[in-house]
């Protein structure tokens, strides 16, 4: 799901502030037998600490251990001193490390042509995706329009995906129909049918199918801003027609194969006549959303829109959704945009796709191009060059402060409650649930070093201009290989091989994960 400050929630890794290779954050890229928790001499670490530290067999707590553990924990002038701070305010404002509030200034030598005005404000809901794509493309839209400040809506694409979620989420029932329901894969589309976040290629879907509208044609409601209660309703009503086709489907299959009809056959035609019954469904739940938000402009009719541009002159549009995206936005072009992701659990330079993970049906399927955490900095700063603002996505709760517009590795000192230890790497995190992709934003500017290296990242985040300095936060380029896993980059500015692999889709040579691995999971 999208992060809201509301739902925002920080899972600490260990780190050593200050240095350049710290031990919370091993290498991926380093060779194997130094790499975190696989070092060869790990086992040798693990007896030699067993002897300058209290060890039991036990399978139990060990009670008698307790006053020993206790008389160390008073002995420790470090811990003693830890014992005293951290009961008075929350543990993470305890261990903020001041050194990193002044190295991440929020100065850049490189920054995008024009920032946008004003900064969006997702509030109470899990849309970052959808203000961080309309974002780029409002971006886009300013030179066209001669525009200082104006604001795409959002709630317009937030309609049609929770509509095509709902189509989406009854589609994929009556393909499990016979799976039995506590079957992992349909327990992960019914926890979540039809949830705020989303993916980049869930937006494209959109902005192909219905285009894009000033936000003053179809504003905020209620219900779009604070989410809770339309998508409770949308996800009662879904889960009840689940039960329904799923009946629904299994008595056809039943009746039609006593027919003498093979298992393909029956399964066509049940599927015929249970769309029936799910086009009744999809009525209801856009009832369901037009009471909740209003109805939303048509895609292919037109609205009217005036402003007032950068002369002081009124400019009055008339136009669809669709051609307004494509009239006002001509630099930005929905086909040619890819995701690059580092996900060092599989191998670089390889497609990824997530089984059953999308919205509009007919839409293409969420694409990820694998590639090392470099090549997403290098594809990054080209298009920053241009100009050009990047969408990215990221694990916005770790070693974040969200009043002080700070993403830096180095802002908390965890080693005091953690201990130094070993941390875990970037894969070992994904694969053991400390850390995945929830929060999509902008880079808007980067700082390059000397020889063209980034130092530090401008972000243009989507929680209001309260949020960080006036909107904007900083992130350190060790955050940004740590907890940065995806960034999305016009063509021209990635490797042909990579846009190669893009371009030819999804298949044999793709690598399928399932819907519940954790690079489903939705900005």
Same mark, same amino acid.
């Given at each position: 799901?999208?992060?809201?400050?509301?739902?925002?929630?920080?899972?600490?890794?260990?780190?050593?502030?200050?240095?350049?290779?710290?031990?919370?954050?091993?290498?991926?890229?380093?060779?194997?037998?130094?790499?975190?928790?696989?070092? %060869?001499?790990?086992?040798?670490?693990?007896?030699?600490?067993?002897?300058?530290?209290?060890?039991?067999?036990?399978?139990?707590?060990?009670?008698?251990?307790?006053?020993?553990?206790?008389?160390?924990?008073?002995?420790?002038?470090?811990?003693?001193?830890?014992?005293?701070?951290?009961?008075?305010?929350?543990?993470?404002?305890?261990?903020?490390?001041?050194?990193?509030?002044?190295?991440?200034?929020?100065?850049?030598?490189?920054?995008?042509?024009?920032?946008?005005?004003?900064?969006?404000?997702?509030?109470?809901?899990?849309?970052?995706?959808?203000? #961080?794509?309309?974002?780029?493309?409002?971006?886009?839209?300013?030179?066209?329009?001669?525009?200082?400040?104006?604001?795409?809506?959002?709630?317009?694409?937030?309609?049609?995906?929770? +509509?095509?979620?709902?189509?989406?989420?009854?589609?994929?029932?009556?393909?499990?129909?016979?799976?039995?329901?506590?079957?992992?894969?349909?327990?992960?589309?019914? #926890?979540?049918?039809?949830?705020?976040?989303?993916?980049?290629?869930? #937006?494209?879907?959109?902005?192909?199918?219905?285009?894009?509208?000033?936000?003053? %044609?179809?504003?905020?409601?209620?219900?779009?801003?604070?989410?809770?209660?339309?998508?409770?309703?949308?996800?009662?009503?879904?889960?009840?027609?689940?039960?329904?086709?799923?009946?629904?489907?299994?008595?056809?299959?039943?009746?039609?194969?006593?027919?003498?009809?093979?298992?393909?056959?029956?399964?066509?035609?049940?599927?015929?006549?249970?769309?029936?019954?799910?086009?009744?469904?999809?009525?209801?739940?856009?009832?369901?959303?037009? *009471?909740?938000?209003?109805?939303?402009?048509?895609?292919?009719?037109?609205?009217?829109?005036?402003?007032? =541009?950068?002369?002081?002159?009124?400019?009055? $549009?008339?136009?669809?959704?669709?051609?307004?995206?494509?009239?006002?936005?001509?630099?930005?072009?929905?086909?040619?945009?890819?995701?690059?992701?580092?996900?060092?659990?599989?191998?670089?330079?390889?497609?990824?796709?997530?089984? !059953?993970?999308?919205? %509009?049906?007919?839409?293409?399927?969420?694409?990820?191009? =694998?590639?090392? $955490?470099?090549?997403? @900095?290098?594809?990054?700063?080209?298009?920053?060059?241009?100009?050009?603002?990047?969408? /990215?996505?990221?694990?916005?709760?770790?070693?974040?402060?969200?009043?002080?517009?700070?993403?830096?590795?180095?802002?908390?000192?965890?080693?005091?409650?953690?201990?130094? @230890?070993?941390?875990?790497?970037?894969?070992?995190?994904?694969?053991?649930?400390?850390?995945?992709?929830?929060?999509?934003?902008? *880079? %808007?500017?980067?700082? +390059?070093?000397?020889?063209?290296?980034?130092?530090?990242? !401008?972000?243009?985040?989507?929680?209001?201009?309260?949020?960080?300095?006036?909107?904007?936060?900083?992130?350190?380029?060790?955050?940004?290989?740590? /907890?940065?896993?995806?960034?999305?980059?016009? !063509?021209?500015?990635?490797?042909?091989?990579?846009?190669?692999?893009?371009?030819?889709?999804?298949?044999?040579?793709?690598?399928?994960?399932? $819907?519940?691995?954790?690079?489903?999971?939705?900005?």
């Amino acid at each position: 799901m999208g992060a809201s400050p509301s739902r925002l929630a920080s899972t600490p890794a260990p780190t050593t502030p200050g240095s350049v290779e710290k031990p919370g954050f091993p290498r991926d890229d380093a060779p194997p037998q130094t790499r975190g928790h696989h070092s %060869v001499d790990r086992l040798n670490r693990i007896t030699a600490e067993s002897t300058t530290r209290s060890s039991s067999s036990s399978t139990s707590v060990d009670i008698s251990s307790i006053p020993s553990w206790q008389s160390k924990l008073d002995q420790d002038p470090t811990s003693r001193l830890a014992a005293l701070t951290l009961h008075n305010t929350t543990i993470k404002e305890s261990l903020r490390v001041r050194k990193s509030e002044v190295q991440m200034v929020d100065v850049f030598n490189t920054v995008v042509q024009r920032e946008n005005r004003p900064i969006t404000n997702q509030q109470s809901s899990g849309r970052c995706w959808l203000f #961080a794509s309309h974002n780029v493309i409002r971006n886009a839209m300013l030179s066209t329009l001669k525009i200082d400040s104006f604001q795409l809506s959002q709630s317009y694409p937030f309609f049609w995906d929770h +509509l095509e979620k709902a189509n989406w989420f009854l589609e994929q029932t009556l393909d499990l129909y016979d799976r039995p329901v506590d079957d992992r894969v349909f327990s992960t589309l019914k #926890a979540d049918p039809v949830g705020d976040g989303g993916q980049w290629d869930m #937006a494209a879907n959109l902005l192909r199918k219905y285009g894009a509208v000033p936000q003053g %044609v179809y504003p905020e409601s209620f219900n779009s801003s604070s989410t809770g209660g339309v998508d409770k309703l949308l996800t009662t009503k879904l889960r009840r027609d689940a039960i329904k086709l799923r009946a629904l489907k299994k008595e056809a299959m039943a009746s039609l194969q006593s027919a003498g009809l093979s298992e393909a056959d029956a399964a066509s035609r049940a599927d015929v006549a249970c769309r029936k019954e799910k086009a009744a469904m999809l009525e209801d739940a856009y009832r369901l959303l037009s *009471l909740a938000a209003g109805a939303p402009p048509h895609p292919d009719e037109p609205f009217t829109w005036s402003y007032r =541009n950068t002369a002081g002159k009124m400019v009055t $549009i008339r136009s669809t959704p669709r051609e307004f995206l494509r009239k006002y936005a001509p630099q930005f072009d929905v086909e040619g945009h890819a995701s690059l992701v580092h996900d060092p659990r599989h191998k670089p330079n390889t497609l990824l796709t997530v089984d !059953r993970l999308g919205n %509009v049906l007919e839409g293409n399927p969420v694409r990820y191009i =694998n590639a090392c $955490i470099d090549e997403l @900095g290098t594809s990054a700063i080209k298009q920053l060059k241009a100009g050009l603002p990047v969408f /990215f996505g990221c694990d916005v709760g770790q070693f974040s402060n969200s009043q002080l517009g700070i993403m830096d590795t180095g802002l908390y000192d965890f080693s005091v409650v953690l201990g130094e @230890g070993e941390g875990m790497s970037k894969a070992e995190r994904i694969e053991y649930g400390e850390s995945l992709m929830t929060h999509a934003m902008c *880079l %808007v500017g980067v700082q +390059l070093g000397e020889k063209g290296e980034p130092v530090r990242w !401008r972000v243009e985040n989507s929680w209001g201009p309260t949020a960080g300095k006036e909107g904007y936060f900083v992130m350190s380029q060790e955050w940004f290989r740590e /907890f940065v896993y995806q960034v999305v980059v016009k !063509r021209e500015f990635m490797r042909s091989e990579l846009w190669d692999l893009f371009e030819r889709g999804v298949d044999e040579k793709t690598t399928v994960l399932p $819907i519940y691995d954790p690079l489903g999971a939705l900005a």
